[in-house]
């Protein structure tokens, strides 16, 4: 079955038909690199890297590209109150990036393009626009016909005429209409600044996505992705500039995460409820805030709060504990039964059902529902008399193949290290020979090193505390 994504522009959701057979053009915006980022950053940086991996899983070439805003006002302010030039304060917050998406288990873009190492590009993009009419020149900065683009509007879903009684000119702007919006921005005094043919200035923020999807993916992409806040006017104006230059579709596929609410409360600078994940991350395994992200639905709003994340990190604890129980017991089963052939066809149908949730554009939230019943399942088996390491083996491949695609490590720290299993080992025999206070001595040892024992009928299973 093909993948389906709900796509903004139509409001609908559509089969995957890529451009290429086998590969996929992905372009994700990326961060203005003036501070850390927040978690609402940290939402579509999770979110979509877990599309990536599934078109991965799918067998699909992704080329991913995410970019960096590495000139903006509000990176000259910041450079400004702390004395220092714009490249040193943008290089140190992309530093910063990396190690908290790293942190957030998301893998690299295939290229990370910054504005300032495009600039030629960007340029030649604004000429072409003028060239053709669709922008204009006016006291050093430089504008786009918002007007002359007859589709402007057209995935935000708002007519020209709504658009233009919210609109205004700013004190200080040259444009013609209240709906252009700038293209380059002359420098004012003792600013960062490039040569133009318009003078010397940068870049507008909407202008650079256009550039560099085209240089790195070509005129039409499969995907455009971003949060739900970038719908407009940003993507609406990239929209409009692309289309512009090349008369071809922009992207075939728009994807946008819904808003993250704090305490119920939706996410502003004006309410000053900003969460940084620089500092979230060391209260809280950076895994569980993935997991917490990926448990509800990408397009719907997700309340993030202390009993929110507690309950992802109960949730995904679970699926560790079951994870390392079927790695211990491995050590103690048997051959395949003839009872076996049952729990491996539902390992194989409850994979069917992952895939399926996952082709519904990217389901997490139902896929993570199919996690727990693969782990309720493997709990159950676990309690047979008798497991065959092929069976075990199954569940464990289904398990690491959901945490790869997913982006979830049950690392080293999870799976017993030869100490360990050691002493779980000493501790069977001591009981074996009634030698209960060596066995209460190695259970506190193991105890003392987070380890909590359980006997069963089965066994000895163990999780950590």
């Not at 910041?78 to 004395?83: D, Q, R, S």
């Not at 103690?332 to 082709?359: C, G, H, P, V, Y």
């Amino acid at each position: 079955m093909p993948i389906k994504i709900y796509n903004t522009l139509t409001q609908k959701k559509e089969h995957f038909m890529p451009i290429e057979e086998g590969k996929v053009k992905m372009y994700v915006c990326g961060p203005t690199v003036y501070n850390y980022i927040h978690i609402g950053n940290a939402r579509p940086a999770i979110f979509f890297d877990t599309v990536r991996r599934y078109f991965e899983f799918r067998g699909y070439e992704v080329t991913y590209i995410s970019n960096f805003t590495d000139v903006d006002d509000k990176i000259i302010k910041v450079a400004h109150e702390l004395n220092e030039d714009v490249f040193t304060v943008a290089e140190r917050f992309i530093d910063a990036y990396f190690q908290d998406i790293t942190a957030l288990g998301c893998k690299r873009a295939t290229v990370h393009p910054r504005v300032t190492e495009n600039m030629d590009t960007i340029i030649e993009f604004i000429g072409s626009l003028i060239e053709k009419g669709y922008a204009y020149e006016s006291g050093g900065d430089v504008y786009f016909r918002t007007k002359k683009f007859q589709d402007y509007g057209k995935l935000s879903h708002q007519s020209i005429e709504e658009l233009h009684l919210g609109a205004r000119i700013e004190v200080g702007e040259k444009k013609q209409d209240p709906l252009d919006f700038v293209l380059w921005k002359a420098a004012k005094p003792g600013e960062v600044y490039w040569d133009s043919p318009w003078g010397k200035g940068r870049p507008g923020w909407h202008i650079e996505c256009s550039a560099m999807a085209k240089k790195y993916l070509g005129d039409t992409i499969d995907i455009h992705a971003g949060g739900q806040d970038l719908c407009f006017p940003h993507h609406e104006n990239e929209i409009a500039q692309s289309e512009a230059l090349t008369g071809k579709p922009f992207a075939n596929y728009w994807m946008h995460n819904g808003y993250i609410n704090i305490n119920n409360e939706k996410m502003s600078k004006s309410l000053g409820n900003f969460v940084l994940v620089h500092e979230l991350i060391k209260q809280y395994d950076p895994q569980v805030l993935r997991f917490f992200m990926l448990s509800v639905h990408y397009r719907n709003p997700i309340n993030f709060s202390e009993e929110t994340l507690n309950d992802a990190k109960s949730g995904l604890e679970r699926l560790q504990t079951s994870y390392q129980n079927l790695r211990h017991r491995k050590h103690a089963s048997t051959n395949l039964t003839d009872d076996d052939d049952r729990w491996l066809r539902k390992i194989s149908e409850l994979k069917d059902q992952f895939i399926k949730e996952m082709d519904d554009d990217f389901n997490t939230a139902n896929g993570i529902s199919v996690w727990f019943e693969l782990a309720k399942n493997a709990n159950l088996y676990l309690m047979e008399k008798t497991t065959s390491n092929q069976v075990i083996d199954q569940f464990l491949n289904l398990f690491e193949q959901i945490s790869d695609i997913l982006g979830l490590r049950f690392t080293q720290e999870g799976i017993l290290d030869e100490e360990i299993e050691e002493l779980i080992k000493q501790r069977n025999e001591a009981r074996k020979n009634r030698d209960f206070q060596t066995a209460d001595k190695i259970r506190d040892q193991l105890k003392a090193m987070n380890i909590i024992l359980e006997d069963t009928p089965q066994g000895t299973r163990w999780k950590r505390g």
